[in-house]
Structure formats: C-alpha cells, structure tokens
C-alpha cells in the first residue's frame, strides 16, 4: 500500500479501525466475537448475587470475564421462605453491582445476548423460558430445571423446536475432582459409584431429591454415564439411599443425608482401584461452561442425559411410595411423556 492509498483509507474509520483490528487479531468478525456478552438473569433469590460477583470480579479470568451482567428480574416465589427472605436485599445489591433491574422479562430481552434463569424454583421455569425460547436467546437454567420430569420434557422440547440453545446442570458436575474422575488413571474403567450428599433441604411442589438430591445425582451420572435402567430407593432416620442400576449391569448409589455432617462428595469402584472423587470447588468451573455455551451456542449437557438423571430422581420417589421396588426409568419417562402431551 504507497502512502496516499493509506491515507485516504485513514478518512474512512471503517476502514481504519479494519486496519488496526486486522493487524492485531485478524478481520473485523473477530473483533466483535471478542465483545462481552451480556447477560440478563430471571430470578435474584439464589445464585444470581454470588456468580455476579464472581464474574464482575476485576480478578475474574476468561472466559468467565467475557460475561458482563446487564439486566435482571426479581422473579420470587413467595411461598419460598429462603426466596422471600433473600428477594429485597439481593436486589439491591444487584443494583450495587451495576445490574439494571428490569419490570419484566420482556422489557429484560431486549438488553441481553443471552439468559441465565436462576429461580431457586422450578415451577415457574418454564413459564420464565418461554419468552427467552421465542427471542432464540442462548439460555442456561438453574437446577432443578423444572419442578417435574414432564414439565423438562416440555422445556426442552420447546426449546429444540424453537431452535433455542438450552441446557441446565450442577455445578458438582464441573468441580475438577468430580469431573476427572471418568478417565482416572488410578481408578481405570469406572464400574461403580457411592456419590454422597445433602438431601435435607426440600422444595413444595418438587420431588424432593430436585432441590439439593440434584447435585449428588448429578455427581453419579457424570462419574458413571447415562444408561441407568432401574432405581431403588430406601429412607431411614439418617440417610435415604437411591440405587441405580445401569443396562450394563453396573450399580452406582447416591446416599441423601438427612442427618448428622454433611458434605458432597464420591467414591469410585473401577477395574484399577478405588479413590475418593473430589468435592465442591466453587460455582467457577460452571461459570467457564456457561460462558463458552453463550459464545458458542453448544450445549455442554445433552438434554437426554439431563432428562435422565430427572427420571432418575423421580423414579427414585415412585420406589419410595412403593416401599423400595425396583422403578423402571423407561415406565416413569412414558407416564411423563404423556403428561407433557397433555399438559404442554
């Protein structure tokens, strides 16, 4: 290029800010994918405060810094004592932090690339989706992604037909020490699994393994894979105690504690050894999952395999009113899927 060619274009900021984009990462489309994604939350009871902070944090690291939290909804449920004791003051502090409360998820839409709905409940997930389904925003739900197994089923299935970008998860499934346990050296091939965890806390309107069981469940299907067959499930004074048979004959067990300490946490059975997997680290390792869904549009759940740890736990009650039979999945996926049809 001789000089004046360059300045002529230097007349154009088009075409200079081509110029010097171009010559530190490349043409203009990199420039704008390297834009911070902003992202409206439904729902400030729960989550919402502390992953604003984690991701407003001067200290946060990509990919979690590419996020900025631009907007949100209030969005409690009354008849939640934790969700109308937390509701005002989480509010305002998310006033503090920079956040523009909205009336509404539709005034909320149009200020956001992307949503987060972290209701503390699931019965009025869907309901919140459905707007962000017909924007066709990338959107990642809270657990427990809907207060039944047919109303996931529902959820997903209007979020594949409207082309939405969709999936919901633990955050025990990306905590390191749970995550690598899959492909452990010292443990080998996995054949079983003892995931552990708290099952106190309860939510009206839910089964009860949605609200806390989810994260211990989650724990068994990350370590262990999909294809569970049968579940089981026994209650005591201290503990309840889901088993879970896979179609390969594996067996893995999650033990809800009712009483005395609690923790998260796994032991795995393999052809190698046996080790301890690791515990809760943090709600960061979701955030990165987050963050490159939003960017990508991937999914890193399937809705299958989130599908099926929901008819996991479901089963799980179905076997408790049965005084502890066997529960196929398969049974309680098709009285689901009739009900989604029904009630869709």
Known sequence: MNLGTFFSLVKNRTALLWILTGCLIGPPMAAAAAAPIKVGIIGLD???????KIIHDRQAARP??????AAAVP???PDIPFSKDHIEKNTAAMRELGVEICDGIEAMLPKVDAVMVLSIDGRPHLRQARPVFAARKPVFIDKPVA????????????ARASGTPCFSSSSLRYSPGIAGMTNHA?????LGCDAYGNNRSILPGHPDLFYYGIHGSEMLFTIMGSGCQTVSRVQGETADLVTGVWTD??????????????????????????????????????????ARFFRTGQPPVSAEETIEIYAFMEAADESLRQGGLPVSIQSVLEKARRQAEGGS
């Open 147 to 158: 207060s039944s197994l047919a109303e996931a089923l529902v959820l997903f299935r209007e």
């Open 186 to 190: 010292a443990v080998g091939r996995v």
């Open 75 to 77: 969005a409690f449920s």
């Open 249 to 290: 004959g594996r067996v893995g067990t999650f033990r809800g504690i009712l009483n005395g300490s609690t923790a998260f946490g796994a032991t795995v059975f393999g052809e190698k050894g046996i080790a301890p997997a690791g515990k809760f680290e943090g709600y960061e390792p979701l955030l990165v999952e987050i």
């Open 46 to 52: 729960a989550h919402a405060l502390p992953w604003t």
């Open 64 to 69: 979690v810094a590419d996020m900025r939290i």
